[in-house]
């Protein structure tokens, strides 16, 4: 968990300056094997083989890299049914997540509303959210999720994020793992 960046900072500015950034891509996921997939190019029939590497799920407001696919926004949905019907596949992915920061925030009013504090006590309002998240993962493995219910998951935005990606953020422009799970998407939906 990255706790102490301003809630003005974008998204994928903070993830480019994380830890579990870092870690996650030379020490966790540059371990893990790539997957192998073969898709028949639509025109050619020439059989298409490509590896999708370890990749993170995330949201809109993060960019698109070799270890991190977001999903997609609504513009690019409307132009094409099959990124709909991709983003459809990973936003029920990362629902569960979703979910989890809904919880806490119903579960602890405090994220309600922002944290008014000190400068001095930035590091107090830090704890507090680490100590909120502890005790909340805690709750979660105590309680069952039967209760949860069930939301539309069509190219949904986070208006929050609209617009928030830098350019300087976008640090693995040239390889996408999303483009790949797009060009061989037919064999992702497979049920």
Not at 75 to 84: A, D, H, I, Q
Not at 90 to 101: P, V
Request: net charge negative; aromatic share 8%.
């Amino acid at each position: 968990m990255t706790v102490g960046w301003p809630g003005s900072v974008a998204d994928g500015r903070v993830w480019n300056n994380s830890i579990l950034k870092k870690e996650l891509e030379t020490k966790y996921l540059a371990n893990i094997p790539s997957i192998p997939v073969a898709t028949r190019h639509p025109t050619s029939n020439e059989m298409q083989y490509e590896q999708i590497p370890p990749f993170i799920l995330i949201d809109s407001a993060y960019p698109s890299t070799k270890h991190t696919v977001p999903t997609f926004k609504t513009t690019e949905c409307r132009r094409n049914p099959l990124v709909k019907q991709l983003n459809r596949k990973l936003s029920s992915i990362r629902y569960c997540i979703e979910q989890a920061f809904g919880i806490c925030k119903n579960r602890f009013r405090v994220f309600n509303r922002p944290l008014e504090c000190a400068k001095d006590d930035v590091k107090q309002a830090t704890k507090l959210i680490t100590a909120i998240f502890t005790l909340h993962n805690f709750l979660l493995d105590e309680e069952s999720d039967d209760d949860i219910e069930d939301e539309d998951l069509d190219c949904q935005d986070d208006e929050r994020n609209e617009g928030e990606i830098d350019a300087a953020d976008q640090d693995d422009q040239d390889f996408s793992t999303r483009d790949i799970l797009l060009r061989h998407s037919r064999w992702l939906m497979d049920d």
